[in-house]
């Protein structure tokens, strides 16, 4: 179940301004410093020994790549939260409001008419 | 016994806030619209003056995950502080902070566990947007203590729709039987059909316009045969992969009763149609 740990990476990320800026500026450095310093606490003290990505979840995450992420089953609010976070505004700039959300939507158009991959865990 | 003085079942659009209060040259032709509309809504809960409000929403990932995702949780605290800072970045948010009501969070919590809806407690809850929006939308003063009501509308599995008007059903008789002089108003939120992170976002309308229409009649008519003989899990999934905040609504119409509604309206909107239903259900008031 480590689309679990996914879905903690972009919990954890989307709510804490260092953390994304930081997986914006070079999400390589950002994902391989979570999953082996960050992620595992459950608290201060506590630490849980089992989880990580696997190298296709790693991979999705280092490239921003949402299309992969959405076929994994990663919670599709936390993807899109955290996408718009760092695209968003860079999109509106150049293309106008909503711009990255729509191309977000004609990326995943291949879904249309289909059955999504399940997001319960 | 306390009076149930409105019941109202909104969508919770983060963005009223910050389209209704661009400068002109910026804001979206509907603006204007959206906020006679909503303005005209909120006359619906001050003219019924409440004392208290009994809130419900649900939590989108800011407080709980999904190493410990309540299925239903009550706060029960003396203030409560409100919007995350992912919100104001995306949404353009303020924060909050609100007043609780202890008493009547307690006496509700006791009379869930009564009839079987074993509920988590929370005294340490910040509250998100599917109760902040309510706030701006309805009663923007922020002045009244509220009973926060969450549910999973978000992290499956789901809590069936029929579990939802049963919620909504006890909460009103616990209402009703709550020794209080007060003025109890229910405001919760949800959605209509919606999309997110998915190929039908942020279309023109929302993903499934014909669902709207049929979820606003429903509403309105009072019509819970009709929603738990067509409303599924899968079937929502099939308007769009976040409608399943219909179930809000039909919680709060749970609290208020199988009867019509005194006051409906809607707005389409780009991405989600908007929906506003309020009931007396102890008759309009004077």
Redesign the interface.
């Known amino acids: 179940m480590s689309i679990y740990y996914v879905n903690k990476f972009l919990f954890q990320v989307d709510a804490d301004p260092e953390l994304l800026a930081r997986y914006k500026a070079d999400p390589a450095e950002l994902v391989a410093w979570w999953e082996t310093e960050r992620g595992p606490w459950l608290n201060r003290v506590e630490r849980t020994t089992w989880l990580g990505f696997t190298g296709t979840e790693r991979r999705a995450l280092v490239a921003h790549d949402y299309v992969t992420l959405f076929e994994l089953g990663a919670h599709f609010f936390l993807s899109l939260t955290i996408f718009i976070a760092i695209y968003d505004a860079d999109y509106a700039a150049r293309s106008g409001p909503l711009s990255f959300q729509r191309e977000y939507g004609a990326n995943l158009a291949h879904w249309m008419g289909k059955e999504y991959p399940s997001v319960a865990l | 016994m306390a009076t149930l003085s409105a019941v109202l079942a909104t969508t919770h659009h983060p963005f009223y806030l910050k389209a209704t209060t661009a400068p002109p040259e910026e804001r979206m032709p509907q603006a204007d619209e959206w906020k006679r509309k909503v303005e005209a809504y909120r006359e619906t809960l001050t003219v019924a003056k409440p004392d208290i409000l009994v809130m419900v929403g649900a939590d ?3 407080q709980f ?3 410990n995702y309540p299925t239903f949780l009550i706060g029960k605290q003396p203030m409560y502080d409100a919007t ?3 919100e104001t ?2 949404f353009g948010l303020p924060t909050f902070l609100l007043q609780g009501h202890e008493e009547l969070s307690g006496y509700m919590l006791q009379g869930l566990l009564d009839r079987g809806f074993d509920f988590s407690v929370s005294h340490e809850l910040k509250i998100d947007h599917s109760i902040i929006c309510p706030i701006i939308t309805t009663r923007p003063a922020a002045d009244l203590p509220i009973v926060p009501i969450y549910t999973n509308i ?4 789901l809590p069936s729709p029929k579990r939802f008007w049963d919620l909504g059903r006890a909460i009103r008789s616990i209402i009703d039987e709550w020794p209080s002089d007060l003025r109890v108003a229910a405001v919760g939120s949800g959605h209509l059909s919606l ?9 023109e309308t929302g993903p499934d316009p014909e669902f709207d229409l049929q979820a606003i009649e429903w509403l309105r008519t009072g019509d819970i045969d009709g929603i738990l003989a067509n409303v599924t899990h899968e079937s929502m ?1 099939g308007a769009g ?2 409608t399943h905040g219909f179930m809000d609504l039909i919680l709060m119409m749970g609290i208020a009763g199988p009867i019509e509604a005194s006051y409906v309206d809607s707005l389409d909107l ?1 991405h989600t149609r908007e929906a506003y239903v309020t009931w007396y259900p102890e008759g309009a008031p004077s």
């Open positions: 989108h990932f800011h995950f999904s190493d995350f800072y992912n970045r995306e978000f992290a499956p599995p999309e997110l992170g998915g190929p039908r976002q942020f279309g999934s992969n976040a780009f």
